[in-house]
């Protein structure tokens, strides 16, 4: 009893009660975020492992609010997704990392794609083919340009209806790549039964690859896997040279992470572009 009173303490705590209006207010300030400009892209290059020349950047969500500061997408991308707001933002940052994709283009750097997360709540509405369509019109970017990253977990729930919309979505000319890949369920029969071009192994596979030797096993078979199925297989979370040569050594194609670079604004991602002439 009296531990029951000690949790029924904490649950009126001061501490707990300003997490919860914090979780309310921040409902409230994303709903007005996109009005209100406050999201932004930064963009992680993906390197050919081989040469480390740049093949496309993945754009990656922020948010500064003026009462919550930065807010990262862990923590607010959860939430546009349980209150549905995740549908405007992601129309959002299609639209406006097609926009930034063109700039680079014109900016003397075509043959970069763009790599952009999509959510599952997304996938289940049946707008994204429509607003794909638009922001590749909008831009006038060809689609062979855009990549949709697709989390594993979230294809699961409903495969037919998945498999439907990538298959629509990659006939109009753009790559699908999946997300995370090894964290989810079903990985292996997502493998043979969706429409897909790229596997991303998931970071934490790569954390500690050069120091444990399961891990570089598994990392290993799912190289070979991606392979045998004629897709291209990228590694993310590479965070120093001795993980980058292990994993071009193992066949990987792609690399990103840390030690190529950090996420970084249009502008700052332009001045590395045109300083090393694509890394
Ligand atoms: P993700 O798609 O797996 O993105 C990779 C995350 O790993 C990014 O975190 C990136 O900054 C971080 N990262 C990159 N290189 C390294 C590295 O070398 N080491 C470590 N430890 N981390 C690295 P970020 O930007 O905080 O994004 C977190 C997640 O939020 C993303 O994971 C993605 O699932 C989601 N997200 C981000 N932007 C969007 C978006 O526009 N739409 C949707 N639906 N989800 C998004
Ligand atoms: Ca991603
Ligand atoms: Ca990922
Ligand atoms: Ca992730």
Same mark, same amino acid.
């Given at each position: 009893?009296? %531990? ?56 990656? !969500?922020?948010?500064?609010?003026? %009462? ?32 930034? !994709? ?45 990549? $949709? ?19 629509? $979505? ?36 790569? $954390? ?7 891990? !570089? ?46 996420? @970084?604004?249009?502008?700052? !991602? @332009? ?9």
């Amino acid at each position: 009893a009296k %531990e029951l009173g000690k949790n029924n303490f904490q649950f009126f705590s001061p501490e707990l009660n300003e997490r919860v209006h914090k979780q309310l207010d921040m409902e409230g300030y994303l709903r007005h975020a996109v009005d209100r400009n406050e999201l932004r892209l930064e963009y992680l290059p993906i390197v050919n492992a081989t040469t480390g020349e740049i093949n496309s950047i993945e754009a990656l !969500l922020r948010w500064d609010n003026p %009462e919550l500061g930065r807010v990262f997408p862990d923590v607010f991308i959860p939430l546009a997704e349980s209150t549905g707001l995740i549908v405007p933002i992601g129309d959002w940052v299609l639209e406006t990392a097609c926009q930034h !994709l063109k700039k680079i283009h014109d900016a003397g750097w075509s043959n970069l794609k763009v790599s952009v997360n999509i959510s599952g709540r997304q996938l289940e509405r049946n707008t994204l083919v429509g607003t794909v369509k638009n922001a590749l019109e909008s831009s006038g970017l060809m689609p062979s340009s855009l990549i $949709l990253e697709i989390t594993e977990s979230l294809l699961m729930k409903n495969m037919k209806a998945t498999r439907a919309i990538l298959q629509e $979505l990659r006939s109009l000319g753009l790559g699908i790549s999946i997300d995370d890949f090894g964290t989810g369920y079903s990985s292996l029969n997502s493998l043979m039964i969706l429409p897909i071009d790229t596997l991303k192994i998931d970071k934490s596979f790569i $954390l500690e690859v050069t120091s444990n030797s399961q891990n !570089l096993s598994l990392v290993q078979g799912i190289i070979l896997i991606g392979h045998n199925l004629n897709l291209q297989v990228v590694a993310e979370g590479v965070e120093n040279l001795e993980q980058a040569n292990l994993l071009n050594t193992n066949g990987c194609d792609e690399l990103q992470g840390y030690y190529f670079s950090k996420p @970084l604004p249009l502008e700052s !991602l @332009l001045d590395r572009l045109e300083n090393t002439r694509g890394f």
